[in-house]
């Protein structure tokens, strides 16, 4: 498949790195103090800490709560490792041409970046940079504002349905489903990972081999 943008927004978690172990073992532990037996799962992917806390724990306790949590996942942001292709693809782009839209805190969002070996774009939206999270559109507005295209000449890439739903509420001019955790989205297409894709004076290759659907 070959096509014509201007930028290419990514997801961060799920998409460009795999972060879930030391989410997971974090969660795990918040729950333990602030709502016991919570689990992270896939219903939970793509949407912000901050919104995750205050639908637990209210208002009364949010600050003390969502802290906690911060706290526990910078700690383990040092797990963090890249997915297939995300550092030869993101390595070979020219600045402001791309750019991460993560729900994840910048302290968080930088620490995991870095953590995988994946460079950090001067545009990156974090989940402090915005009033909504996804599923709101806001986030993917944002990064195509920050990298001055208009939405529709950006193709959104991500693996959570919260994310594909944003970024086709925003309006992308494509929206690729990364991993088969995406199959069930609403995602134009969906690919195995984003080993093999190129993205070089407005050409986008994706290799049929890696698609899904």
Known sequence: MRSYFKGLLF??????????????????TWGEKYHPG?????????????????????AELFKEADDYINSLEQELAHLTIPL???????????????TVVTSANPNLARARLTAAGIPIPAEIVTAWDVEKG?????????????????????????????????GLDAGA??????????LDTKADIV???????TFQDGELV????IRLR
């Open 11 to 28: 997801d961060n978690d799920g998409v460009l790195v795999d972060s879930m172990p030391g989410a997971i073992s974090a969660w795990r």
């Open 38 to 58: 919570f689990e992270l799962t896939s219903d939970h992917h793509g949407k912000r800490a901050q919104d995750l806390v205050l639908s637990m724990m209210g």
């Open 84 to 98: 297939a292709g995300s550092v030869e693809l993101t390595t070979s782009m020219k600045p402001g041409t791309w």
């Open 134 to 166: 996804k599923p709101d559109p806001e986030p993917y507005l944002k990064g195509a504002s920050n990298l001055g295209f208009d939405i529709a000449d950006c193709v959104v890439f991500e693996d959570a349905a919260s994310g594909i739903q944003a």
């Open 173 to 182: 001019g494509l929206l690729v489903g990364v991993t088969e955790h995406a």
């Open 191 to 197: 690919v195995r990972s984003l080993a093999g894709i």
């Open 206 to 209: 994706i290799p049929d081999n």
